[in-house]
């Protein structure tokens, strides 16, 4: 099955700089990839995707890269604010259309 | 958008005891329903997925006795904890799915067994 590996498992960067979390996935056949935010005790909120098919894809401040080839794709935040701070976590939807998620990553964003 | 209500979102019962946990889907079909766990500092992990009107399918290492799942409805699925222990306590969260919203969680259910 699946295997997604995240890292780091935390990060922390001034406010107003850039924050980057990287993620592998093992199976070729995967063709979705979600990024989400989990603040402490609420559900996972889904701020950005991508499909197999695409390398990029931006929403204002957050963009996400996908490499195909080498099998890993990015989260970039940039300009951080404080509400930044949070779980972020990577996933690959393998086949059977489970998702199959990262270890996660605690950004921490220092005003 | 896609809500998906689950309740409860806090339940604490005492060792032995069984708890249910439920989801719907309030404005769409959810077509597969997903329940993870989540202890602590950790990631999301699968338990089990689970299409209306058929049988879950459990991740290994999970046990589909103490587990009970049943989706009985295109808008609703349950996840019943049996003869709880306090190794069971966690966050319980459930993922529904259709192609039109893709994954929608509901709110999570804090479990603690005592």
């Known amino acids: 099955g699946e295997n997604v590996e995240q890292h780091p498992s935390t990060l922390s960067v001034q406010e107003g700089d850039s924050a980057v979390i990287k993620c592998t996935y093992s199976?070729?056949?995967?063709?979705?990839f979600p990024w989400y935010k989990q603040e402490l005790g609420k559900r996972p909120q889904l701020i950005i995707d991508i499909r197999s098919n695409v390398g990029e894809k931006k929403d204002q401040r957050i963009a996400v890269t996908l490499n195909k080839t080498a099998k890993h794709f990015s989260l970039h935040i940039t300009e951080t604010q404080p509400e930044d701070s949070a779980v972020y976590f990577c996933a690959a939807r393998e086949g059977g259309n489970k998702l199959v998620f990262g270890a996660g990553t605690i950004l921490r964003v220092k005003s | 958008g896609a809500v998906v209500s689950q309740h409860p979102s806090r339940v604490i019962c005492k060792s032995g005891t069984s708890v249910k946990i439920e989801c719907r889907s309030l404005d769409f079909q959810a077509t597969t329903m997903f329940w993870y766990r989540q202890f602590p500092k950790q990631s999301l992990m699968l338990m089990a997925t689970?299409?209306?009107?058929?049988?879950?399918?459990?991740e290994q290492g999970v046990e589909k006795d103490k587990f009970l799942i049943n989706h009985a409805s295109l808008t609703l699925s349950t996840l019943t904890v049996t003869s709880a222990h306090p190794e069971d306590s966690s966050f319980y969260i459930c993922?529904?799915?259709?192609?039109?919203?893709?994954?929608?969680f509901g709110s999570g259910t804090r479990l603690t067994v005592v």
């Open positions: 689970s299409n209306e009107g058929s049988k879950a399918t459990y």
């Open positions: 199976d070729s056949a995967s063709n979705y």
């Open positions: 993922s529904a799915s259709d192609r039109f919203y893709g994954y929608t």
